[in-house]
């Protein structure tokens, strides 16, 4: 619909008609903002900077690129009209992949949407984590145990209840700039788990918090000090944020959103 429209304002009511249609009983709010999150992701789009998709808060949504329709006079004007669109956007190196990968994105995430509201998978974000110390050197760390955790909450044993979301562009804003709803709006999540390093001169001190983002309430919290993140530490203190956010997000695990 938005490439049929391109340059047009389509509706996300508009779009709830088109994909769902009536008489279907999905979750839509959180179906179409994973289905919209899911085309940028294959697109490499950014919603702060969009090149593609542009959202028209509580209107839509519009599609910005250039759009070359491929004729079908001949092949050979089909495959020109093809190659001046590889060249007007780097990004559109082959139109019909492009078009091809958001066809099967579509499917997928209509697949999601459409599933019971029941459905025990929960989707959480792991923005990268803060380097509070004033030392650069630091930087590294605080990003090896938010990676760790990412690998530890995706899981097996763990991916079947959580769906997890650590390498979206809507995750890497500055703290001062974080805004914890349009993250999950962004990326359809959830929770939030965000941490800080800081250090003072006998150890380092790594504080893990697991977030709701409806109301932004504190799910859970926890402090680790250590006298030194070897790569052990770091992978034990995020197999302990990982076990920590899965027991509070089991069926039944934050129903207030209080540490039991």
Known sequence: MLIERAGEVVSREELRQSVWTEGTFVDFERGLNFCIAQIRTALGDSADSPRFVE??????YRLIAPVQPVGAESPRMAQTAASATARASASWRRPSLVLGAIAAVLVTAAFFAARPAADPAV????????????DDSYAGLAQGVADATVARLATPERVTRLAVIGNSAALRRPRSFRD?????????????VLAQVKRDE??????????????????WAETFDRPA?????????AEAIARAVSERLRPGGDSAGILP
């Open 180 to 192: 914890l709803k349009a993250i999950g709006q962004q990326v359809d999540a959830e929770y939030v």
């Open 202 to 219: 006998s150890k380092v001190r790594l504080i893990a918090h697991l977030i709701r983002v409806s109301d932004e309430a504190h799910v």
């Open 229 to 237: 993140f070897t790569l052990e530490v770091q992978a034990e203190i």
């Open 123 to 134: 989707r959480v974000a792991v923005v990268p984590f803060d380097n509070e110390t004033g």
């Open 55 to 60: 959202t028209l808060p509580r209107r839509g």
